[in-house]
C-alpha cells in the first residue's frame, strides 16, 4: 500500500474530528471550566468568544447550557449543567457526564478566562481559514468561475470584518462612532423602501392583529412577492430580498396551500427560505440567538420573518424583561448586521392596548403595524408606533380569493390596494359613507332598518353606535325610492369564497373557508323581516277579518304603499322603530 496516494487531514481524534485542524484544547477546557463556575467568568469569555469558535463539540455544548442559565438569571454550577444536559438527554455527548465532573473539579479565577479565550478565539481563525481554502480548492475543482470565485472570497471576508468589527477592545467600542461627513450626506428621507413600503432595509417591524384576521396569510404573501421579485401592495418591482422565515405557528399543509393560491411553486419559490417549526432554541436567550444568526449566515438572509413571537419565547409575555432579553439576544444581532425583522404578535384583549404583554414590545422597534379585519375581505394596516416617520401611516387592503372546485385556484388569492375613483373621494374606514358602501357591497336592502343594519354590521365586524346606525339607516332609506323594490342596490355578483352571494337565499349551512388556510363562520346577508299573515279571506268565499282594504301604518294610521305594503310592513317609513 506504500504507492497509495494519501489525501491530506485525514488523521482523526476519537471524537471523529480532524486532528491536523488548528485547535487549543487545553486553552478550551480552561474556558468551559471556569464558565460553569460562575456568571462574571463567562461574561469575560463571551466578550471575546462566538460560539462557533469552539472546536469540540462537548465543549460547545456545556457552553450552550451555560448561556442559557446565566440568560435565565441563574448562578451556573457543574451540578446544574450536568442537570440540564441528563434533561436534554444528550449526558453520553459529555461522556456520561465525566467531563463535567473532570472540568467542574478546579477552575482558575475568571479574571484569567479573557486570556485562554483569546487563545481559542485565535485558533478559531486560523481553522476558519483553513476551512475557507479547503472550500475554494474543492469549488476550483468543480469548475467554479473567476467571477463566482470571487464571490466567495469576499463573502469569507466581509463575515471576518463583521468579526473583527464585534470583537474585543477598544477598537471595538469607536468603531461605533459616527462619521459626520458621510452621516450628514446621507439622505435618508430617500431611503427605498422594501416592497409593500411597511419598513426601510435592516429596520424591525411588529404586525399586530387578531388571531382570525389573517396576519400569517398577508405575510406570507409579502414575503413570497418580495423574496421572488414581484410587485408587493402596488409598489414598482424591486430586485428579490432573501428572506428566512421561521413560522411555528401553521401546519405544512396551511403553508402549501397558501403558497399555491397566491401562484407560487417548486420552480418559483425565489430567495424565500421558509423553516416549518424550526428547533431553535428560545429567542430571548443567548443560545437561540445564536441559534437564529446560525441560520442567518447559512441563508445569508437579508430579511427574517417570526411568526408568530411568543412561540419563539420561553419567558413570560407580561414580563418586560422577556422583551429586553429577546432584543439583547436576538434583535440587537440582527439590527447591527442590517438584517430587518418582522416578528407577527397577537393582539390583547383590550384592542385599544395594541399586542397581549409588556409595554416593552413596542420599545425596541421601528414601526408597529395593527392589521383590522373589516369583513367582506376588507383589512386595515394602521401604524400605531414609528421612530422615523417614514413611509405611510395607514394602508387599505382588500384580499381576493377564489374557487377551483374543492381547492383554491392557483395565483387566485392576492392582497391588493383598496382603490377609490378620486382622491378627494377616499372616505375613512369607519365613516358613514364607508359603511355605507360596505352595506351595498354585501347586499344588504336599501329599506333595511335598524335591527338589520345592526346585525349586518356585527356579521360584518364594524363597530358603530346607535346614532351611527340611525343615520346610516336614514341615509339608505332615503335612496330606497329610486331603487325597485326587492331589489339590492347592485346586481348579482360573486363574493369572497365562503360568503353568501347577493340576493342569494340562505341555506342554513356554515359560510365554510373564506380564505386559504382560514375557516369562519360569518353569516351572510342577514334576512329579510317575515311578512305578517295576511288579514283576508283564504280566495276560497271564506270571509276574513273586517279590515280596510289598503293596510294602515299601525303608529299613524296613514294607508300604507309601495314596497312597504308589497313586503308586509306594518309602519311607514317615518315610523319604522326597527
Excluded at 422594501?194 to 435592516?202: H, Q, V
Excluded at 432573501?242 to 417548486?266: C, H
Excluded at 391588493?416 to 358613514?432: K, V
Amino acid at each position: 500500500m506504500e504507492n497509495v496516494r494519501r489525501f491530506p487531514h485525514q488523521q482523526a481524534d476519537h471524537d471523529g474530528l480532524n486532528m491536523d485542524a488548528p485547535r487549543d484544547l487545553e486553552a478550551e477546557e480552561l474556558v468551559i471550566s471556569a464558565v460553569m463556575h460562575g456568571a462574571d467568568a463567562y461574561r469575560e469569555a463571551a466578550n471575546v468568544l462566538d460560539r462557533s469558535d469552539f472546536y469540540k463539540p462537548a465543549h460547545l455544548l456545556i457552553w450552550d447550557v451555560v448561556s442559557g442559565l446565566v440568560a435565565a438569571g441563574t448562578p451556573p454550577h457543574p451540578v446544574l449543567v450536568r442537570a440540564e444536559i441528563e434533561t436534554q438527554g444528550r449526558l453520553r455527548e459529555v461522556d456520561n457526564g465525566v467531563l463535567i465532573n473532570r472540568l467542574g473539579s478546579d477552575a482558575i479565577p475568571w479574571v484569567m478566562v479573557a486570556h485562554f479565550a483569546e487563545r481559542v478565539a485565535d485558533k478559531a481563525r486560523e481553522r476558519r481559514y483553513d476551512e475557507h481554502s479547503t472550500y475554494l480548492k474543492a469549488a476550483v475543482a468543480r469548475g467554479t468561475t473567476g467571477d463566482e470565485l470571487a464571490e466567495i472570497v469576499a463573502q469569507f471576508q466581509q463575515a471576518e470584518r463583521m468579526r473583527e468589527s464585534t470583537g474585543k477592545g477598544p477598537e471595538h467600542l469607536v468603531s461605533t462612532l459616527l462619521d459626520w461627513d458621510s452621516f450628514f450626506a446621507t439622505d435618508f428621507g430617500s431611503i427605498q423602501l422594501l416592497p409593500g413600503k411597511l419598513m426601510a432595509p435592516g429596520q424591525q417591524i411588529t404586525l399586530v392583529g387578531d388571531g382570525k384576521a389573517g396576519k400569517s396569510l398577508l405575510m406570507q404573501e409579502i414575503a413570497w412577492r418580495t423574496a421572488t421579485g414581484q410587485s408587493v401592495l402596488g409598489d414598482k418591482p424591486q430586485e428579490p430580498v432573501r428572506i428566512l422565515y421561521l413560522d411555528a405557528e401553521n401546519g405544512q399543509e396551511q403553508v402549501q396551500e397558501r403558497l399555491l393560491s397566491f401562484g407560487a411553486g417548486p420552480r418559483a419559490m425565489g430567495e424565500l427560505r421558509y423553516a416549518s417549526f424550526p428547533p431553535v432554541r428560545p429567542l430571548d436567550t443567548a443560545g437561540g440567538g445564536d441559534d437564529l444568526m446560525d441560520m442567518v449566515k447559512a441563508t445569508r438572509a437579508e430579511l427574517v420573518v417570526i411568526d408568530t413571537v411568543s412561540r419563539f419565547i420561553s419567558g413570560p409575555e407580561n414580563d418586560a424583561d422577556t422583551w429586553l432579553s429577546l432584543y439583547r439576544h436576538t434583535l440587537l444581532p440582527l439590527k447591527r448586521d442590517r438584517i430587518g425583522s418582522i416578528r407577527l404578535d397577537h393582539r390583547g384583549k383590550d384592542s385599544e392596548r395594541g399586542a397581549r404583554g409588556s409595554s416593552a414590545k413596542t420599545q425596541d422597534v421601528d414601526h408597529v403595524w395593527e392589521l383590522s379585519a373589516l369583513g367582506g375581505g376588507a383589512l386595515l394596516m394602521k401604524r400605531t408606533h414609528t421612530r422615523t416617520g417614514i413611509g405611510p401611516d395607514q394602508i387599505n387592503l382588500v384580499r381576493q380569493a377564489r374557487r377551483d372546485g374543492d381547492n383554491w385556484a392557483h395565483g387566485g388569492t392576492r392582497h391588493i390596494l383598496m382603490e377609490w375613483d378620486t382622491p378627494e373621494d377616499t372616505p375613512e374606514p369607519t365613516s358613514d359613507a364607508a359603511i355605507i358602501a360596505r352595506l351595498d357591497r354585501a347586499g344588504i336592502p336599501l329599506e333595511a332598518g335598524n335591527r338589520i343594519v345592526k346585525a349586518a354590521l356585527a356579521d360584518l365586524q364594524i363597530k358603530a353606535g346607535s346614532d351611527k346606525v340611525s343615520r346610516i339607516v336614514k341615509t339608505r332609506q332615503a335612496r330606497a325610492a329610486d331603487v325597485p323594490p326587492g331589489r339590492s342596490p347592485e346586481p348579482l355578483q360573486e363574493t369572497f369564497p365562503g360568503n353568501v352571494p347577493r340576493n342569494g337565499q340562505r341555506d342554513g349551512k356554515d359560510a365554510g373557508q373564506t380564505f386559504p388556510g382560514n375557516t369562519e363562520g360569518t353569516p351572510g346577508t342577514p334576512p329579510v323581516p317575515p311578512s305578517p299573515p295576511s288579514r283576508r279571506g283564504d280566495g276560497e268565499g271564506t270571509s276574513g277579518t273586517d279590515t280596510p282594504d289598503t293596510p294602515s301604518c299601525t303608529t299613524c294610521g296613514e294607508p300604507l304603499h309601495g314596497y312597504r305594503l308589497d313586503r308586509g310592513y306594518t309602519t311607514c317609513l317615518e315610523h319604522d322603530a326597527a
